[in-house]
């Protein structure tokens, strides 16, 4: 089976026409499959034999809803999806004045072993395809009856770790005949694998790539993100100049505060010390509580905060949206492994 939902509109046309189909019909069915239709059946304006041959030849797998979650404070939705394998991964829709805001995942699991995320306890199970990272986007919008405006990749899994599929999916929501949704509504976040940021400046996207950065210090970095041990602040943080210079994109740097770990004075100091010669913007986050970790939310931020906006830092502090439905990274598919154990 072909897996038609991955392939540009340029490659779909190219198989049709092997097949003798001529070239509208591939934006016919472009349109259908961004549509969101579950089955090829419902592609009413394709020939009947056209249509069985997709569906004896074509994979169309929409997942399911294993799980829904609607915050009563805010509006944010959680989804659990199931996906064709039985698999699981979450995406987050947050609606905010500039829009709708969906969050999704790009691996089941992860296997960047972050000390404070759930998403990584049981490590990778497998690499999303793009469809599947397309499919969160489509039919969250269609669950929730909410046009999407804007897509982080700040769910789920390490996107540089699964780099080609990522890319595929970046131009996939962008095209015209697709979401057409604009590189600068996307914002792609990495916990820092050096060589894929460079390989991705060479693309020079206009997304907002962040950088979860979590500590200036390699040993404080090293012990909560083991992803530092091999690189370390400073080639990181090279890194980052890097791919200012090539894109002239502004860097985020997340930073989850964690009481006793990373909220010191002396670290607010370096950070800012170490952000210097090229623009930067931090994003504090209140640290989510993951079950399994013995990690606590630092009740400093606004003192962190304070210090390095008086270094000259721009600073903001993440709004926590969902906070009553298990809404940040991977908890909720903890949850679900854990209830069905
Ligand atoms: N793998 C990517 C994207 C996934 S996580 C990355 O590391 O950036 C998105 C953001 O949420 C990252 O900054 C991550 O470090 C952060 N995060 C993970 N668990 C968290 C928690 N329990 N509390 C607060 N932030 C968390």
């Known amino acids: 089976m072909v897996d038609i939902k991955s392939m540009t509109l340029e490659e779909l046309t190219t198989w049709l026409k092997d097949q003798g189909e001529p070239a509208f019909r591939a934006r016919q069915v472009f349109q259908w499959l961004y549509r969101g239709v579950t089955s090829f059946e419902e592609m009413t304006n394709l020939s009947k034999p056209l249509r069985q041959k997709l569906v004896e030849t074509a994979l169309l797998a929409p997942p399911q809803v294993a799980r829904r979650q ?11 999806w199931r996906l064709r ?3 699981c991964v979450e995406s ?3 609606r905010y004045q500039h829009g709708n805001t969906v969050c999704i995942s790009c691996q089941v699991g992860c296997r960047m072993g972050c000390a404070f995320c759930a998403s990584t306890i049981a490590g990778k199970v497998r690499d999303l395809t793009p469809a599947e990272m397309l499919d969160q986007v489509l039919f969250t919008q269609i669950d929730s ?4 405006s804007n897509i982080v990749l700040m ?29 600068r509504h996307i914002s792609l976040s990495t916990c820092g694998l050096v060589e894929q940021i460079d390989k991705l400046a060479q693309y020079e996207l206009q997304l907002t790539l962040s950088v979860s950065l979590h500590a200036p210090d390699d040993e404080t970095r090293s012990k909560i993100m083991p992803v530092n041990r091999s690189v370390g602040v ?3 943080l090279e890194t980052c100049r890097r791919y200012f210079e090539k894109t002239g994109r502004r860097i985020s740097y997340e930073y989850a505060m964690i009481d006793g770990v990373n909220d010191a004075d002396w670290q607010a100091d370096l ?4 952000l210097r010669g090229a623009p930067a913007h931090v994003n504090l986050i209140p640290l989510n509580q993951v079950e399994e970790s013995p990690l606590k939310p630092s009740r400093r931020v606004a003192a962190f905060q304070k210090r390095l906006e008086g270094h000259g830092v721009t600073v903001t ?6 906070g009553d439905i298990d809404a940040s990274c991977g908890q909720l598919r903890r949850r679900a492994m854990r209830e069905e154990q």
């Not at 789920?156 to 590189?183: C, S």
């Open 70 to 80: 609607m915050s009563q404070q805010d509006g944010t939705v959680k989804y659990l």
């Open 85 to 87: 394998d039985g698999s």
């Open 92 to 94: 987050v829709l947050m």
């Open 145 to 148: 009856g909410a046009p999407v």
């Open 155 to 183: 769910g789920i899994g390490e996107p540089l770790d699964n780099f080609d599929t990522v890319l595929r999916f970046l131009t996939l929501v962008n095209h015209p005949d697709g979401l057409n949704i604009g590189m």
């Open 234 to 236: 400073e080639k990181l």
């Open 271 to 274: 950070l800012a010390k170490r």
């Open 317 to 322: 502090v993440r709004r926590r949206l969902g």
